[in-house]
């Protein structure tokens, strides 16, 4: 017998917001550091150069490598997550990602450009290791109907973490000495975010997910926790349905190769391919090259940063405001239009580039604002929670390793390349690519319960149903 969460939607089932909040957003520290690792050499690496004593000749080359470092890193953090989940529990993995991250930003204290090379590696893993963990941690101790909420504050957290490496990179000098000692503050930034999870996890919110609980036979403390999320009336029908969530999952055999089979593949194919046109659609390469896109329009040094800053303030704010917006309407219209709108405005910023005219710069700056808007109202947030949603946890390490890969391409290509119009045309195509493909593949996770998403992707039974599994979805409900 099934267990259903939506015949009560009128009256709320979980204890307390706040509780939950603290939670959702203690985890989500690890993508506040994603987001200032993502950010910060976009205003820092004309002063790391200088100070580690770069060549011009070989800057190019540095550029790339140091910036691809990330996403190069998160494809093998990304892979790693699922197994680790299996050894240390879910909090646990959590941490050691934290530790890693704490080894990384040491590094940097070195002032040898290849160990530095080295350390935004292993920051990458620790990135790789919080954009596969932290949504899937969420996803399981979220109550139904706050799922679309906490599912956003990754998006939230990791805009706030480029805010933060962009306001930071506001007092850079233009022309640096050597001895610059604020770098130093810079660079060591990310220590205060990985120390205050870990002390946070270990002191306030010290337990895992109900799911682990069950998964690891202790029973009991899924009911500790449980009675500490929901009103007492509501905790034995979400225990019900954590161990039918666990018995779909035993059947199913999350290996990775368990992944590519006949029940996982459909949804495998869906999520991976929604990763693939997020990265394709530019945000990577938009927000670590921002400066010197802004350098290219002809501003000076300040105004590029504060600009810089500004369009990030404006990704940032997007965010918030969608807390609401995936409240109120379903996954698939935020992602069919919101992808439109976002190939649009990237589409302009392509034919601004191609013009090349100094009067309309300002054009330019308007531009990057409504795409970075769009793009968070829509393919930033909403991926990231429906492949949460939809997939397994080495399902959704698989989907963000494709993610990582493509930014690793995308953020290595870019410093070689002066026409910057081809990039942004290609990016757009994509976006427009990515609106048709949900009109026509994706289905709706909104107001679904758990069980209901795990079987939503699952082939039928020929004898249950005649129809081809899979059929285009050719509405959009609003």
């Known amino acids: 017998m099934e267990v259903q969460l939506n015949s009560r939607s009128d009256e709320q089932d979980y204890n307390s917001f706040n509780y939950i909040l603290a939670i959702v957003i203690t985890v989500n520290l690890g993508v506040l550091y994603f987001g200032y690792q993502l950010g910060v050499m976009s205003l820092a690496q004309n002063t790391v ?42 909090k646990n993995s959590l941490i050691l990602a934290d530790i890693l991250g704490i080894v990384s930003t040491l590094l940097c ?60 990179g506001q007092f850079f000098d233009e022309f640096p000495n050597p001895e610059n000692i604020y770098w130093y503050y810079v660079i060591l930034f990310p220590l205060l975010i990985t120390i205050t999870r870990i002390s946070i996890l ?75 046109f997020q990265q394709f659609s530019g945000i990577n390469a938009v927000t670590m090259y921002l400066s010197q896109i ?12 504060l600009l810089t800053l500004l369009s990030s303030t404006a990704f940032f704010s997007a965010a918030l405001v969608n807390t609401s917006i995936v409240q109120k309407y379903t996954r698939r219209a935020i992602l069919i239009i919101g992808s439109a709108f976002t190939g649009l405005f990237i589409l302009s910023l392509a034919i601004l580039s191609k013009i090349d005219n100094k009067n309309i710069t300002y054009l330019t700056v308007i531009c990057i604002d409504c795409y970075y808007i769009a793009f968070n109202f829509s393919l930033g947030p909403i991926i990231w929670l429906y ?12 989907a963000t ?78």
Request: include cysteine; hydrophobic fraction near 45%; glycine fraction near 4%.
């Open 202 to 276: 270990q002191i306030f919110f010290n337990h895992e997910t109900p799911f682990y609980y069950i998964i690891n036979n202790q029973n009991e403390k899924c009911l500790i926790l449980l009675k500490k999320i929901y009103k007492p009336q509501y905790v034995d029908e979400n225990y019900q349905q954590v161990w039918q969530l666990v018995e779909n999952a035993n059947k199913i055999q999350e290996s990775y190769l368990d992944m590519f089979n006949k029940k996982n593949r459909w949804r495998l194919f869906i999520g991976c391919t929604l990763q693939f």
């Open 49 to 90: 150069f200088i100070v580690f004593d770069v060549n011009h000749t070989e800057q190019n080359f540095y550029s790339s490598i140091i910036d691809s470092a990330i996403p190069f890193g998160a494809i093998f953090g990304a892979l790693l997550s699922g197994k680790i989940q299996d050894f240390v529990s879910r």
């Open 109 to 168: 204290l070195f002032k040898d450009i290849n160990l530095f090379a080295i350390a935004r590696f292993i920051a990458g893993l620790v990135t790789g290791l919080n954009t596969s963990l932290v949504p899937k941690f969420i996803q399981e101790i979220s109550p139904l109907s706050l799922v679309g909420v906490t599912g956003i504050f990754f998006t939230i957290s990791l805009n706030l973490g480029i805010v933060l490496a962009n306001l930071n």
């Open 387 to 398: 492949c949460s949603e939809i997939l397994p946890q080495k399902g959704f390490s698989i």
């Open 294 to 305: 802004y350098e290219k329009e002809k501003y000076s040094f300040k105004a590029a940063n």
């Open 401 to 478: 390793t494709v993610n990582q890969v493509c930014g690793t391409i995308i953020v290595m290509v870019l410093p070689y390349f002066d026409n910057l119009w081809i990039l942004f045309l290609f990016y757009s195509t994509m976006c427009f690519l990515c609106s048709i493909f949900t009109y026509l593949l994706v289905q709706e996770t909104k107001d679904k319960s758990k069980l209901e998403i795990q079987k939503l992707y699952q082939p039928k039974e020929p004898e249950q149903n005649n129809n081809p599994p899979y059929q285009p979805i050719l509405s959009i409900k609003f």
